[in-house]
């Protein structure tokens, strides 16, 4: 029978043992030689796809209210500052937002102009205060707004007002048709108010009003902010401040109270069983014994680890407010014993983003970071975007104190 070439070469019974063994050790050479050849072509896969899908915003502010942001990569060669811009801007999915402070006109009367026999202005007139957006700078289609912010009518200093809680999401957070100029081409915003166009007779009595916003925090695609208006009206004992709280879900361009059902109740149980025992601790009982959830306050602890802080409110009176939520509430915060479903995917800080912060000159007073889109075509148009930002008018936050 005739063996076929390959064969023979194989056979090693009829070669000699030095034959044998140096066609054994061939073999075996080939082997590893290949093996490492994969090995090497695996590895640079994996750093190529890192630099794409290890990459992150993160935004700073500063206790003088200045805002920073840079985009990072996290590349298996280490930390890379790939572009830095002012301002703040943050990621989710398919979309990045810009923050923007702005100017807003109210119609109010001042003290000396005010008739408080027959409750009517003399000479009105339009003061400036502030306001916030989020300006959608990919997607050019409407996004919903937030509730407007309007002066309420003057609180009676007997009955105090009941806190707006931070638990149910506005009624408002569906989405309304954008502003004329987003059918004009404009970015699509989610704004903090509407703009008075016109006196309002329900504010003419309002004669002082100062009002600033603080984002608190960024996680992922959400955003945290934080607003403290206060209000003086005309012949008033005293003045009355109100607190806002707003948590943006930047994915969907809407509001959102971050809990599910099952949630929702069990954060009511705790506010109901502990906030009121924590709240009497060492004081008085307040008016009332039914706390509202008025705000959730995220932090990330020094090992990476998202940590959350209910903030629960009650009603009482006006000198015992503690100037955390509205006039006539005293609140308590305590420790949140879990991470709602929303926000565990951000349960640990990046690598990346913690080396950033701890490597920072200066403290930050609030920080935020998201993470880019690997879809190649989506994180270019991203990056093209960021790069192409023209420099924004000074947008810093006013502190609250600085004002």
């Not at 009105?124 to 919903?144: F, G, I, K, M, Y």
């Amino acid at each position: 029978m005739n063996t076929p070439p390959a064969e023979r070469w194989l056979a090693m019974g009829d070669l000699s043992p030095i034959q044998s063994k140096t066609r054994g050790l061939l073999v075996l050479s080939i082997l590893v030689f290949l093996t490492i050849l994969l090995a090497w072509h695996t590895g640079q896969a994996q750093e190529q796809q890192e630099a794409f899908v290890s990459e992150f915003l993160v935004w700073t502010l500063t206790d003088g209210g200045v805002t920073q942001t840079v985009w990072l990569r996290d590349a298996a060669s280490g930390l890379e500052v790939f572009a830095e811009r002012s301002g703040l801007y943050q990621a989710a999915g398919d979309h990045l937002w810009r923050w923007e402070m702005f100017e807003q006109p109210l119609v109010l009367c001042s003290i000396e102009d005010w008739n408080d026999s027959v409750g009517t202005c003399k000479r009105p007139h339009e003061q400036a205060v502030s306001a916030h957006r989020l300006v959608d700078l990919l997607d050019r289609t409407s996004a919903p707004s937030p509730p407007a912010i309007s002066p309420p009518a003057p609180q009676p200093t007997i009955s105090p007002p009941a806190p707006q809680p931070a638990i149910s999401p506005p009624a408002s957070a569906a989405a309304i048709p954008a502003p004329a100029s987003a059918a004009e081409g404009s970015s699509s915003a989610i704004e903090s108010a509407n703009p008075v166009a016109a006196p309002d007779p329900d504010t003419l009595s309002l004669c002082e009003i100062d009002r600033s916003y603080l984002p608190l925090a960024g996680v992922g695609s959400y955003l945290f902010v934080t607003g403290s208006t206060y209000e003086y009206w005309c012949g008033a004992a005293h003045g009355f401040a109100r607190m806002e709280f707003l948590v943006y879900d930047l994915a969907s361009g809407s509001l959102t109270n971050l809990f599910t059902e099952a949630e929702e109740s069990e954060v009511r149980r705790l506010g109901e069983t502990k906030a009121l025992s924590l709240l009497e601790a060492g004081e008085s009982p307040p008016f009332s014994d039914r706390p509202l959830l008025t705000m959730v306050l995220p932090s990330y602890d020094p090992s990476g680890s998202l940590e959350l802080r209910y903030q629960f409110t009650f009603e009482d009176c006006y000198a015992c407010s503690d100037g955390l939520w509205d006039s006539y509430t005293r609140s308590v915060r305590m420790a949140a014993p879990s991470l709602p479903l929303a926000l565990q995917p951000y349960s640990g800080l990046p690598r990346v983003v913690q080396g950033t912060l701890a490597g920072r000159p200066t403290p930050v007073a609030a920080f935020g970071w998201s993470r880019i889109n690997p879809d190649p075509s989506v994180r270019d148009r991203l990056l093209q975007i960021f790069l192409g930002e023209t420099e924004q008018p000074p947008n810093d936050v006013q502190i609250e104190g600085q004002r």
